[in-house]
């Protein structure tokens, strides 16, 4: 063993990366339990990948093949059940854990200086993953995921000048068709995986440079104490692993995931036709915007509100100069707390309503 | 009422002055003139329901009918028209019949939407060269001599008017100009039908063309309002043939609308509107309307039923109800009643149909194939009973059995054929296609039962997992605990 060792520290300098490791503390306060959602979502990235990629054995990404594969995949493939359902159990857990993990460490400030990368990096997986999630839920072109992406498409279509041939770009075509489904496996099996492996290096690298960030004011506490990374947290991050793995597996078996029928795109409209949760609050916010807003269509002025909430919130680092200083930046605790309240209850209605 | 009786004369007198001359007054000149002319035109407006009442030449042709000046008669300033053209004619009489008031002054009861109905109708709607409706008053009724419909020189008399809508609708030529693929030979099939033949015997109760089609609002049958529609139709039938009264001078049963509604034919067509469902017409004819004979209610029948009618042929059963003179399909399903066709139908007990024939002392090879065939028929109801409670269990423990449930109609359409092959009355035929359903039915109950029994081995496989993820969960925590049982650092032990 220790010769393995030697050998593969002659070739690559490991000594290194273990005395990196021996020496990497994470600081343990009140808020340290936030730490570990990050670790969480890189753990559901890996079982969506694993999953995914078992999935692309048997998926066949036509629109005469996508619902029979899928099918063929909940009835005959062995464990293809449980495969899918842990796909999709595994990818609504994973947007719940990357949204509490982006407010905790909104909310910790972590994002000032010099961690304003380790944001925007967040940020951009943020937003693949919901690409992932919309991309995802065409693929196995059943009626509700159909209606659903003609309705997610049509708003992306309302957008002033950019809105039409993006629309257009997304369904490649006039409206919702094969080359829609064709399109969106390609982005979600290899453009989006590939993007987000990038981002995702960056902002593991970061993290393990800069260290795990602490609240403003705590840094400089007296009796400060700190818990070493390895084998602690590790461990623990592992034990916390095990614990999700189990909760998958009881949702998968309790609650398989549905097939439904196939998407005809003669049939009606079926009822009860909405996106995944996580885009609940806007599309909910969209339906209490009345039609004309002054001389602009409600449609497209939503839109446009999201579309600046959403780049205020990703340039946070570079506009809450008061955080960066180590000051106290109450407004921003309230915007933050705004926003969690405004998409916990516009999710919460646009699910009852 | 009795003042009215009293106070009519004056107002027809009234409406007579205002309308043209009335009688009593100064002779109708335009009258005399023509008179003077020759013609059959004064001669024919003697007869005329309208001159009886009072209605001068000059209540549609306009003018001054109180002078002998021709050129003041036939001033235009004066009001005359002339011959009215095209929709005008009609627009003429309906100055009158459309009007309550001057109708209800001559004492008349006829309905005042004649021209709107007209105009509604297929031959208002059906243009001819232009030149608005395609019929007009007079195409009926004629323009002068027109007499009541109850006349029974009327051209539109019940016994008249089937010559009447003829002379259009027996003129291929003429009605090739407005609709190609009608039929012309209505009247020669009517004259075949019962109603034509009591018809041409002088009986005026028969149904003729108006009875069925309607007068002035005729529609096409195609049209969901139309009388003769078929969802419409067996209801138009029944005004009279429902009616005891009316039908009690030809002896014949006054239930069949109310046994058809009941049927499988009148449920599908009047509650589902299933146009694919006979109405009277379909089996009966519709101008040439006459009840099948023994001998053709299997070709009638037959015109639908086209598999079960040849099975029927090829059967033991078609020479026997030849020589017994029964009538096919009518024996076991009844005419008009005829009722879902159900298991209970097939067997021998008291209640089936063969047991009406068939029993063990009586047609032995026809009561032992028909027990047999029930018997079957019976093992593959339960079969598939069995095979779609086990889908519906799988389905509600969320399984995915998409192909199982896809089979089922495959024993629903083994069972379907069953019905049909039925009429063959053979059990060598019969047995084939019952075995066939029940080895899909046998398919279908080891795949949901696969899929129940993988439902079990999943909630046993995740107690599984669940407790091995658990064990290692607690060695893991306890190394934890082990491992931190030394403390966290402070930050003065970490950089010490």
Not at chain 2, 145 to 164: E, F, H
Not at chain 2, 194 to 205: M, P
Not at chain 2, 292 to 311: D, K, R
Not at chain 2, 415 to 424: K, S
Request: hydrophobic share 45%.
């Amino acid at each position: 063993m220790k010769r393995l060792v030697a050998w593969f520290d002659e070739r690559i300098p490991l000594q290194g990366l273990v005395e990196f490791l021996g020496k990497k503390y994470v600081p343990l306060h009140r808020g340290s339990v936030w730490y570990y959602f990050g670790g969480v979502s890189l753990f559901l990235f890996i079982v969506q990948v694993i999953t995914g990629i078992l999935l692309l054995l048997y998926y066949k990404g036509s629109e005469q093949l996508a619902w029979e594969s899928i099918q063929f995949i909940m009835s005959k493939v062995r464990f293809g059940w449980l495969i899918r359902s842990i796909h999709t159990w595994a990818a609504n857990l994973f947007m719940l854990t990357v949204f509490i993990h982006m407010f905790s460490v909104f909310f910790e400030k972590a994002y000032r200086k010099p961690r304003e990368l380790t944001w925007l990096t967040g940020m951009g997986m943020l937003f693949l993953g919901m690409g992932f999630g919309f991309s995802g839920y065409l693929l196995p072109w059943n009626e509700l995921a159909f209606f659903a992406t003609k309705v997610g498409t049509d708003i992306a279509g309302v957008l002033p000048v950019i809105g039409k041939p993006l629309m257009i770009f997304l369904r490649g075509g006039e409206d919702v068709t094969g080359a829609t489904l064709s399109r969106f496996f390609g982005f979600h099996v290899a453009v989006f995986p590939g993007l987000f492996t990038v981002l995702l290096g960056i902002h593991l690298i970061l993290v393990q440079r800069q260290g795990m960030s602490e609240p403003p004011g705590s840094d400089a506490a007296p009796n400060r104490r700190v818990m070493p990374f390895f084998p602690n947290f590790l461990l623990r991050d592992l034990l916390l692993w095990l614990l999700v793995l189990n909760v998958l597996a009881i949702l998968a078996v309790f609650f398989p995931s549905e097939l439904g029928r196939k998407a005809d795109a003669f049939a009606s409209a079926p009822a009860g036709i909405r996106p995944e949760w996580y885009f609940l609050f806007m599309f909910q916010s969209l339906k209490y915007i009345p039609s004309q807003v002054l001389f602009m269509d409600g449609e497209v002025l939503g839109i446009m509100l999201f579309g600046i909430a959403g780049l205020l919130w990703m340039f946070v680092p570079f506009w809450d100069r008061k955080s960066s200083r180590g000051e106290t930046n109450r407004v921003v605790n309230y915007i933050g707390l705004f926003v969690v309240l405004y998409i916990v209850l516009f999710t919460i209605l646009g699910w009852v309503l | 009422m009795r003042a009215y009786r009293l106070i009519r004369p004056a107002l027809v007198a009234l409406v007579a002055a205002l309308w043209g001359a009335a009688p009593g007054m100064a002779a109708d000149e335009c009258l005399r003139c023509h008179e003077d002319l020759g013609g059959m035109i004064p001669s024919l407006f003697k007869r005329d329901v309208h001159y009886a009442h009072g209605v001068t030449c000059a209540g549609c042709h306009g003018g001054d009918p109180t002078t002998n000046d021709m050129a003041k008669a036939m001033d235009t300033s004066a009001g005359f028209i002339g011959i009215p053209k095209g929709d005008a004619i009609s627009t003429t009489c309906a100055r009158c019949h459309s009007d309550t008031m001057r109708m209800k002054a001559f004492g008349s009861s006829l309905p005042l939407r004649q021209w709107e109905d007209l105009q509604a109708s297929v031959h208002g709607k059906l243009s001819g060269v232009g030149a608005g409706s395609a019929i007009q008053c007079v195409t009926c009724h004629n323009a002068h001599g027109i007499l009541r419909v109850q006349t029974p020189a009327s051209p539109v008399s019940p016994l008249n008017l089937v010559k009447k809508c003829a002379s259009c609708h027996s003129n291929a030529a003429f009605m090739r100009t407005f609709n190609p693929s009608l039929p012309v030979d209505q009247l020669d099939k009517y004259r075949t039908s019962v109603h034509g033949a009591l018809n041409a015997k002088g009986d005026s109760k028969a149904a003729q063309c108006v009875s069925c089609h309607g007068s002035h609002a005729i529609l096409r049958a195609t049209d969901a309002k139309s009388r003769v529609n078929p969802v419409n139709l067996p209801a138009t039938c029944a005004t009279c043939h429902s009616n005891a009264v009316y039908m009690k001078a030809y002896g014949i049963p006054t239930d069949q609308f109310e046994k058809y509604a009941n049927s499988v034919h009148g449920v599908a067509l009047l509650q589902r509107h299933d146009e694919a469902a006979p109405a009277c017409n379909d089996c009966h004819g519709n101008h040439g309307a006459a009840p099948p004979g023994v001998t053709s209610i299997a070709n009638v029948c037959g015109t639908c039923h086209t598999l079960n009618a040849e099975l029927f042929a090829g059967s033991p059963h078609k020479k026997v109800f030849d020589e017994q003179k029964l009538p096919e399909c009518e024996t076991c399903h009844g005419n008009h009643e005829v009722p879902t066709a159900e298991i209970s139908m097939l067997g021998v007990s008291a209640e089936t149909v063969c047991s009406t024939c068939h029993s063990e002392s009586d047609n032995v090879r026809g009561f032992a194939a028909a027990r047999t065939m029930r018997s079957l028929l019976d093992s593959l109801i339960a079969m598939e009973e069995t095979a779609r409670n086990l889908v519906d269990e799988a389905e509600q423990k969320g399984m995915e059995i998409g192909d199982a449930k896809f089979s089922l109609r495959n024993i629903r359409q083994a069972r379907l054929e069953t019905r049909t092959l039925l009429h063959a009355f053979s059990e060598s035929r019969y047995r084939p296609v019952v075995e066939k359903g029940i080895v899909q039915a046998a398919s279908v109950r080891s795949e949901a039962e696969e899929a129940i029994h993988e439902f079990y081995f999943r909630r046993i496989g995740l107690g599984a997992s669940t407790l091995v993820i658990t064990i290692i969960a607690i060695c893991l925590w306890l190394l934890i605990r082990r491992i931190e049982k030394k403390g966290t650092l402070s930050d003065a032990a970490r950089d010490g």
